[in-house]
């Protein structure tokens, strides 16, 4: 048995049954983990989703923020934006299924030696701490998505404090868990920078290059920062490729830390 672990797919249907036939993938020997923001921006979300249903019982997934972006549609707390290739999933018959399945998705996902989360952690938060925020966050989504669709957006409070209370704290849990990207030197979170570790600006810090302030024994596996390809850096793996905006979809291999990557399929594309 082998555990793989995918990049962002966002809808790019083609492109991961092309990765899935390149790893050589046995769903009745083989786990599949998957980084979040499974749909949109892609042309294949419908499909996308209905796989994952198809082999619920063989993958794990967390959220990502296209993920989130989908219920907040769905639980008309959002209006879609017109880069969304969402309209198929939203008028599938199977709505209801699509909404029941992605909103049971956690955050945060650890086993004994990784954790999967979509784009990152805080230096101060030790794995066992980042699994309970990200099961309160989930808790409150799943009891009151309404409720939580319209107070997520924002980006404030943008500083980790213990004493943080009610939703400023689980939004700023959704953002960590679903945006980061860089970190300034207060370790506030910046929201802005998308580009290359190349153009960094110097005020700014790769969230995985803070050093945490407990030691981990987790590699940690994200996706979301597409500008970076899929890299190994000092705390585990970043797995989106940058698929969608053309160019391969990566997968790693947990065993041996070995990278598959192919190029995205132009019929995802748009």
């Keep these: 048995m082998t555990t793989y672990v995918v990049g962002d797919i966002q809808g790019c249907f083609h492109s991961f049954q092309n990765l899935l036939d390149q790893l050589s993938f046995n769903p009745a020997r083989d786990d599949l983990w998957l980084v979040g923001d499974l749909i949109n921006r892609g042309l294949g979300s419908l499909e996308v989703l209905n796989w994952c249903l198809d082999h619920h019982s063989k993958i794990t997934v967390v959220l990502g923020n296209h993920d989130l972006h989908f219920l907040a549609i769905a639980f008309n707390q959002k209006k879609p934006l017109k880069s969304d290739t969402l309209e198929a999933l939203l008028n599938s018959k199977k709505l209801k299924r699509f909404i029941d399945w992605v909103i049971s998705l956690p955050l945060v996902h650890t086993n004994h030696d990784h954790a999967m989360v979509h784009a990152g952690l805080l230096p101060q938060w030790t794995v066992e701490l980042s699994q309970k925020l990200s099961d309160e966050v989930v808790s409150y989504l799943q009891q009151h998505p309404e409720d939580f669709f319209k107070k997520m957006y924002g980006n404030q409070p943008n500083l980790w404090s213990d004493q943080l209370k009610d939703f400023d704290k689980k939004r700023l849990v959704i953002n960590v868990m679903t945006r980061l990207r860089c970190l300034n030197q207060d370790l506030s979170i910046d929201y802005d920078?998308?580009?290359?570790?190349?153009?960094?600006?110097?005020?700014?810090?790769?969230?995985?290059?803070?050093?945490?302030?407990?030691?981990?024994?987790?590699?940690?596996?994200?996706?979301?920062?597409?500008?970076?390809?899929?890299?190994?850096?000092?705390?585990?793996?970043?797995?989106?490729?940058?698929?969608?905006?053309?160019?391969?979809?990566?997968?790693?291999?947990?065993?041996?830390?070995?990278?598959?990557?192919?190029?995205?399929?132009?019929?995802?594309?748009?």
């Design 193 to 270: 920078y998308k580009g290359t570790l190349e153009s960094l600006p110097e005020k700014l810090t790769p969230w995985f290059d803070v050093k945490p302030e407990k030691d981990r024994h987790h590699q940690i596996l994200t996706g979301h920062w597409s500008a970076l390809g899929a890299i190994k850096h000092n705390l585990g793996f970043s797995l989106d490729s940058g698929c969608v905006w053309g160019h391969e979809l990566t997968a790693l291999n947990l065993d041996n830390d070995q990278l598959t990557s192919v190029p995205a399929d132009r019929k995802d594309l748009g």
